[in-house]
């Protein structure tokens, strides 16, 4: 399904906001868009709206700043909440009144990751059977 210029125009400018944090990387996903800084993911765009990675520690922030969190229905009727927060309006002016903003929504996505646990090491690929040889046929 090809992106609008309207969404593409919302994806380049949520790109040069959060690019005062390191090189950012968009990457399609579930109708909308994943952005990462430094290979971490801090923020999606849903629509023409951005999404800050939140949690228990910067949450109280957003809300203080009238944010909304990111919100899905599922296939049986049920709102889904994530740990995603809009983005407050003032912040989407320039990279200058973001960068507080994304600096939270960076250092929540890394809290996040540093409390998985470690991933358990993948067990080796099984080796294909080795192709049985052919003995030649015994003359009679």
Partial sequence: MPVSPQTQETVRWCSELLGALGPVRVKRMFGGHGLYVDEVFIAIIVGDDLFLKTDDQNRPAFEAA?????EFQTADGKKVAMSYWSAPAEAM??????????????ASALRARASKPPAKPRAPRAKPPAAKAVKPAKKA
């Fill in 66 to 70: 009238g944010c909304r969190p990111f």
């Fill in 93 to 106: 002016d320039s990279p200058a009144q973001m960068l507080p903003w994304a600096r939270q929504a960076l």
